[in-house]
């Protein structure tokens, strides 16, 4: 019984919004001037994000995978520091990316004086997207290494290959899926993310009012309008799950 109550208390809010949803509306709310604008801009931002953390998290992932001559300590502190963004508020997340990159933080006073500027910003709202999104792509690829079999890598270093050619040419095809499973999840994850957004880059239309920002506004004088919006994250959410394996999942909470 109380796991039926679990399911009910995960499953009965999202059916909600599907029996709550201006079905015949639909089409003319989804194809509205502000939402394509906010859609395209949750799309590009995302890929963009996802691609950043494709070429910043891998490596960090072989580290944690790969890395022997660490101690312990430091090990774990590398692992508490890409945990830290799953499990911190995403405002305190925007916070944070505000206090170092704002115009007046510990960084961003000397890139203002060079006439970069990333707050408000739609940079803004790729660093938000990617500081968020990133410990799913790593956690994802690193479970993939530490599964994967690495006699295959010593093979090839033992025939003269470099580490680099391994890495390339073995150990990135080995782990394949991992990181095709945690690119996914992170783009699902850049496109649903609002907290940091909002804080670090605010909600100016088309240039920072993502997805998620333009259904919570929305929601405040368009609710129908709000629970279009809502679906599409939905069903992005849906399609992200089909297309994933369980056996990745593990990977993915490290």
């Known amino acids: 019984m109380i796991a039926w109550l679990a ?16 079905w015949p509306q ?10 394509l604008q906010a859609l395209g801009l949750s799309l590009g931002t995302g890929a963009i994000s996802t691609l950043l953390c494709l070429i910043l998290g891998v490596p ?4 944690m995978a790969r890395s022997v001559a660490w101690s312990v300590l430091p090990r774990r502190l590398l692992r508490a520091a890409v945990t830290i963004p799953l499990v911190l508020p995403p405002v305190v997340g925007g916070l944070a990316l ?9 960084l961003g006073r000397y890139l203002a004086q060079l006439g970069i500027t990333l707050p408000f910003t739609t940079g803004a709202v790729v660093i938000a ?6 410990p799913f792509l790593v956690f994802a690829v690193e479970g993939a290494l530490r599964g994967a079999d690495r006699r295959v890598e010593l093979a090839a270093a033992s025939l003269g ?21 945690g690119a996914v999840l992170c783009f699902a994850r850049a496109l649903g993310e609002f907290g940091a957004t909002i804080t670090f880059a605010g909600s100016y239309p088309g240039i920072t009012r993502t ?26 959410s849906v399609v992200v799950l089909l297309s994933l394996r369980d056996r990745w999942l593990p990977g993915v909470r490290g």
Do not use: C, D, H, K
């Open 98 to 106: 505000l206090l170092l990159l704002g115009r007046s933080g510990i």
């Open 161 to 181: 290959a470099s580490p680099f050619r391994v890495f390339r040419t073995v150990t990135i095809p080995l782990v394949a899926p991992g990181i095709a499973a």
């Open 26 to 35: 639909l089409p003319g709310l989804l194809l509205a001037p502000e939402t």
């Open 211 to 236: 997805l998620p920002i333009a259904s919570y506004l929305a929601s405040q004088t368009n609710l129908n309008q709000s629970i279009a919006l809502a679906l599409v994250l939905l069903a992005v």
């Open 60 to 63: 960090l992932a072989v580290i």
């Open 129 to 134: 997207q990617t500081f968020v999104a990133m």
């Open 7 to 22: 399911i009910a208390l995960l499953v009965l809010p999202l059916l909600g919004i599907l029996l709550s949803a201006p």
